[in-house]
């Protein structure tokens, strides 16, 4: 019996159980049709508010039961998610759980950016599966060492659009597609795919765009070393205003330490928690 119905039967047996013999309780032992009368509205009310408690029991119980089968489906998904990602990863060559690692990081930055519930949900996968659309792609162009020729380079910049279109696909992963779909736009308005600027780039795609950097420059790829650190936060001090949000660059500098601790804990998730533009 689902809980709805279970509740109303509930909730019905024991009303009628209690007006029956409630009644005839009245009738038996208070003779006086004055004093029924109020015992008969004084009885009403205990009525009312002895239901009313148990309906709040009984739903806040299955809301309970809800939400933790919700938890445990959200969960699931999210695991078998980071199993994609896990095998995106070995696949790009990627080094130390690059995906994770970056969504881990943006998330936290977004918090101290002030997001919070949904919206850092959906960043935090958005930022998790920001790659998705290179599943498309062939390894030709994924793990060449050296730089991408135009044609090679055309094609690698269709990820975006591709990952974007695959979230679209899916219900609940739709809300996370602004980080797939623009994370290799630029401030100053020259990235792709769809060429914005400014503050027309979404939120979350600017708060990942600037651990996406760092994290691509400080660690080595197929295709370059390791930048020394001190060179990776000049260059983003250098590159925001034109690449990257400024604000965000300051907010990132300002923190870094704490967030550059997530880097190096697999698993871990934030006080609550690829690669430049070719």
Same mark, same amino acid.
């Given at each position: 019996?689902?809980?709805?119905?279970?509740?109303?039967?509930?909730?019905?047996?024991?009303?009628?159980?209690?007006?029956?013999?409630?009644?005839?309780?009245?009738?038996?032992?208070?003779?006086?049709?004055?004093?029924?009368?109020?015992?008969?509205?004084?009885?009403?009310?205990?009525?009312?508010?002895?239901?009313?408690?148990?309906?709040?029991?009984?739903?806040?119980? =299955? !809301? #309970?039961?809800? &939400?933790? /089968?919700?938890?445990?489906? @959200?969960?699931? %998904?999210?695991? *078998?998610?980071?199993?994609?990602?896990?095998?995106? =990863? !070995? #696949?790009?060559? &990627?080094? /130390?759980?690059?995906?994770? @690692?970056?969504? %881990?990081?943006? *998330?936290?930055?977004?918090?101290?950016?002030?997001?919070?519930? #949904?919206?850092?949900?959906?960043?935090?996968?958005?930022?998790?599966?920001?790659?998705?659309?290179?599943?498309?792609?062939?390894?030709?162009?994924?793990?060449?060492?050296?730089?991408?020729?135009?044609?090679?380079?055309?094609?690698?910049?269709?990820?975006?659009?591709?990952?974007?279109?695959?979230?679209?696909?899916?219900?609940?992963?739709?809300?996370?597609?602004?980080?797939?779909?623009?994370?290799?736009?630029?401030?100053?308005?020259?990235?792709?795919?769809?060429?914005?600027?400014?503050?027309?780039?979404?939120?979350?795609?600017?708060?990942?765009?600037?651990?996406?950097?760092?994290?691509?420059?400080?660690?080595?790829?197929?295709?370059?070393?390791?930048?020394?650190?001190?060179?990776?936060?000049?260059?983003?001090?250098?590159?925001?205003?034109?690449?990257?949000?400024?604000?965000?660059?300051?907010?990132?500098?300002?923190?870094?330490?704490?967030?550059?601790?997530?880097?190096?804990?697999?698993?871990?998730?934030?006080?609550?928690?690829?690669?430049?533009?070719?």
């Amino acid at each position: 019996m689902s809980p709805p119905l279970r509740i109303a039967g509930v909730y019905v047996l024991v009303a009628a159980i209690w007006i029956w013999c409630s009644d005839r309780a009245v009738d038996v032992l208070v003779p006086d049709s004055g004093l029924r009368m109020t015992l008969q509205t004084l009885k009403g009310w205990a009525f009312v508010l002895a239901t009313g408690a148990m309906l709040f029991w009984m739903i806040r119980r =299955d !809301v #309970r039961r809800l &939400e933790q /089968g919700n938890r445990r489906l @959200r969960q699931g %998904r999210e695991q *078998a998610l980071r199993v994609l990602v896990a095998a995106m =990863d !070995v #696949r790009h060559q &990627e080094t /130390g759980h690059h995906s994770e @690692r970056v969504a %881990r990081m943006a *998330a936290e930055l977004a918090r101290l950016d002030g997001v919070r519930g #949904r919206a850092l949900d959906e960043l935090r996968l958005g930022a998790l599966l920001h790659d998705i659309g290179k599943l498309a792609l062939p390894d030709t162009i994924l793990t060449k060492p050296g730089p991408l020729d135009e044609e090679e380079r055309t094609l690698m910049r269709r990820h975006p659009r591709i990952g974007y279109e695959l979230l679209q696909q899916v219900d609940f992963l739709r809300g996370s597609s602004d980080v797939p779909y623009s994370h290799h736009e630029r401030w100053d308005g020259g990235g792709y795919p769809q060429g914005l600027r400014g503050e027309e780039i979404p939120l979350a795609a600017r708060i990942f765009s600037v651990i996406d950097v760092w994290d691509a420059l400080i660690t080595e790829r197929v295709y370059k070393p390791a930048w020394p650190e001190a060179r990776v936060l000049e260059y983003l001090r250098e590159i925001a205003g034109s690449q990257l949000d400024p604000r965000l660059v300051e907010l990132f500098l300002g923190h870094y330490v704490a967030l550059k601790s997530l880097a190096s804990t697999p698993g871990a998730e934030p006080v609550t928690l690829s690669q430049p533009a070719a």
